[in-house]
């Protein structure tokens, strides 16, 4: 089975960038479509952006398209997220899984916060 570990994240300031890295480990997510999801306490997970398994398509969220990109090594089995011109609605715990469908057990997480 899958493990899914996110890292990345951390605090910025509005108008910041970070970039968020997802490894898969225990089996391989190269032959997967890939997804960024968040949360916000008290709120469900929604989805961000996604990306084919061969890397050459990509979804995103209206509210993070033109800010945002997804990319993928699959010789690494990581996914990435490049977020930029971060805003205070961006806070949330990111998490990275297969996509449209969660199959993978959720991982940790990795939390972003942006001040205003």
């Known amino acids: 089975q899958v493990q899914l570990v996110e890292s990345g994240g951390g605090l910025v300031q509005a108008g910041g960038s970070l970039r968020l890295t997802c490894v898969a480990t225990g089996r391989t997510f190269a032959n997967y479509a890939a997804g960024w999801f968040r949360r916000v306490p008290g709120k469900e997970r929604e989805f961000v952006a996604a990306?084919?398994?061969?890397?050459?398509?990509?979804f995103f969220a209206d509210s993070v398209k033109g800010r945002f990109n997804i990319s993928r090594d699959n010789l690494k089995n990581t996914v990435y997220l490049q977020m930029n011109s971060l805003k205070p609605e961006d806070t949330a715990v990111y998490y990275c899984n297969t996509a449209p469908n969660a199959f993978a057990p959720w991982g940790q997480g990795t939390q972003v916060t942006v001040s205003s």
């Open positions: 990306i084919s398994y061969h890397g050459g398509t990509t």
